[in-house]
């Protein structure tokens, strides 16, 4: 199925890494953004999402719109701030089994 097809993987992967993907106040972007990851993972694939200083409002602690919309597919938890890389914030994702996400889609 796409987007899997189109990139000649036979199946999701295992970890997908994001960096930088979070930004400006688009609400469809942020849910473009959320369909893509969705369509791009199964049941147990970590999303490792690393998100700079200039990250959408709310994204650093996890919350804001992009989170709210991620929360129906995925479980989130927030890795350490770095001492030496202050404004990075990681956040690790893991997919919900199907049956236990919040809702169908997007």
């Given at each position: 199925?796409?987007?899997?097809?189109?990139?000649?993987?036979?199946?999701p992967?295992?970890?997908?890494?994001?960096?930088?993907?979070?930004?400006?106040?688009e609400?469809?972007?942020?849910?473009?953004l959320v369909?893509?990851l969705?369509?791009?993972?199964?049941?147990g694939?970590l999303?490792?999402m690393?998100?700079?200083n200039g990250?959408?409002?709310?994204?650093?602690?996890?919350?804001?719109r992009?989170?709210?919309?991620?929360?129906?597919h995925f479980?989130?938890?927030?890795?350490p701030a770095?001492?030496?890389h202050?404004g990075?914030?990681i956040h690790?994702?893991?997919?919900?089994?199907?049956?236990?996400?919040r809702?169908?889609s997007?």
């Amino acid at each position: 199925a796409w987007p899997l097809e189109a990139l000649g993987l036979g199946r999701p992967p295992d970890v997908l890494l994001a960096v930088d993907v979070v930004y400006g106040r688009e609400e469809r972007v942020w849910s473009a953004l959320v369909e893509t990851l969705v369509a791009l993972s199964c049941e147990g694939t970590l999303v490792l999402m690393a998100h700079g200083n200039g990250a959408a409002p709310g994204v650093h602690s996890m919350g804001g719109r992009f989170y709210e919309m991620a929360a129906d597919h995925f479980e989130a938890a927030s890795l350490p701030a770095d001492a030496e890389h202050p404004g990075c914030q990681i956040h690790c994702l893991v997919r919900r089994p199907p049956a236990e996400s919040r809702r169908g889609s997007v």
